[in-house]
């Protein structure tokens, strides 16, 4: 079991940042894999930003503007997404999500992202 909470969303005037956080914590020694999604009003959920094994893959909207990371300690392991020069079509409700080794997932509550232009 992985247990993540995310937080750092917010309102923010286009072309500013932002950077969400996941900590995760239980089984973080079994997770392969972290990344975020989002899900606007009337979409479907997409990926935005994955990370496995150090390498990133990023969905073409955000290409050049966002930068997922890790960092990890013996207690945690956090993810994080760094969003630049943000537009009105980045808000969302973001996601950030853990795969472990077994290929078992899980979700974050969700943070909501809100780009005002």
């Known amino acids: 079991q992985v247990q993540l909470v995310e937080s750092g969303g917010g309102l923010v005037q286009a072309g500013g940042s932002l950077r969400l956080s996941c900590a995760a914590s239980?089984?973080?020694?079994?997770?392969?894999?972290m990344g975020w999604y989002r899900r606007a009003p009337g979409k479907e959920r997409e990926l935005v930003a994955l990370?496995?094994?150090?390498?990133?893959?990023?969905a073409d909207s955000v290409k050049g503007r966002f930068a997922i990371s890790i960092s990890r300690d013996n207690a945690k392991t956090t993810a994080y997404l760094q969003m630049n020069s943000l537009k009105s079509e980045d808000t969302a409700e973001y996601y950030c999500?853990?795969?472990?080794?077994?290929?078992?997932?899980?979700w974050g509550q969700g943070t909501q992202v809100t780009v005002s232009s």
């Open positions: 239980g089984s973080i020694f079994s997770i392969n894999a």
């Open positions: 990370i496995r094994s150090g390498i990133t893959n990023y």
């Open positions: 999500n853990a795969e472990l080794r077994n290929r078992f997932s899980f």
